[in-house]
């Protein structure tokens, strides 16, 4: 099961993504995470502790491993670079894993632009291939809203792309635009999930505006999860209604 969960900053996708994760891990499933969003947080979400997620050092500041891996020197914009490095080794060597989980931060480029054409982006890419293409077991993207890491051929073997939007024109917005830069790399499905529902007319609000066939269900407003964040804990450990929501879409993803 490969699995994309993506939709615009504060929505709750890693809050999912952490839950699903936990709950794959808990059937017995081997489960590796890659935080490919700027804002990485899945590691706490997922129970780590603040001094084990400070000790990563994402993907894309390994400096020495992108030069080494794509034949240029660091910061080589501009030269000759290998454009398929090897990184089947790359998720063991640097996953960590708690719970069941293995967790692998991604990072992102800070230098030459969106979608730039360097080694740092390249290598990115390549993990994110390797992770769907090539692991033979759960794999669950946290991304960011613009699928920066996704490319063509990689999204065909993505099982789910899960958009979590909450009630709200901005989300929405979101999730609209999601689906074009998706059908940009030949995704047919996009599935969402709506997340901080307080009531009835929140969910009639976003129903009207996301067709029935994609809309895969509800994670009610909880408090437990806002505690959870502030303690630092896993949302699996300590908010057990948006647990239950959620074991709910896992169930429909299952079944699909």
């Known amino acids: 099961m490969k699995i994309a969960v993506t939709g615009k ?3 709750g996708k890693t809050t999912l993504a952490a839950v699903l994760a936990r709950l794959y891990a808990e059937e017995g499933r081997r489960v590796l995470c890659a935080d490919a969003d700027p804002d990485a947080n899945l590691g706490l979400a997922l129970g780590f502790s603040e001094t084990e997620v400070d000790s990563l050092t994402p993907i894309s500041q390994m400096s020495d491993l992108i030069a080494e891996r794509t034949g240029t020197a660091r910061g080589g914009y501009g030269a000759f670079f290998k454009i398929n490095p090897r990184v089947d080794d790359i998720p063991d060597r640097f996953a960590i ?9 991604m990072g992102t480029v800070d230098t030459g632009g ?4 360097c080694p740092e982006n390249v290598v990115l890419k390549r993990v994110i291939s390797n992770l769907v293409l090539g692991r033979d077991e759960v794999v669950i993207l946290d991304m960011e809203a613009g699928l920066e890491h996704l490319g063509r051929g990689t999204a065909d073997f993505v099982d ?4 979590v939007v909450e009630p709200g024109a901005r989300s929405v917005q979101t999730y609209k635009k999601v ?4 059908a940009d790399i030949g995704v047919k499905k996009i599935s969402v999930v709506a997340n901080k529902v ?3 007319e929140d969910e009639d609000y976003l129903r009207a505006r996301i067709p029935a066939d994609d809309f895969l269900g509800v994670i009610r407003y909880s408090p437990d999860v806002i505690e959870a964040d502030r303690n630092a804990a896993s949302p699996y450990d300590t908010a057990s209604a948006a647990v239950t929501d959620i074991k ?5 993803i299952d079944k699909i």
Do not use: D, H, M, P
């Not at 689906?179 to 998706?182: E, G, I, K, S, Y």
């Not at 709910?248 to 429909?252: H, P, R, S, V």
């Open 198 to 200: 307080r009531s009835k």
């Open 160 to 163: 789910f792309f899960l958009v």
């Open 9 to 11: 900053g504060g929505v």
């Open 179 to 182: 689906c074009q830069l998706a």
């Open 114 to 117: 969106s979608g730039c054409v």
């Open 248 to 252: 709910a879409i896992k169930q429909q």
């Open 97 to 105: 894993e708690k719970n069941g989980v293995k967790l692998l931060v």
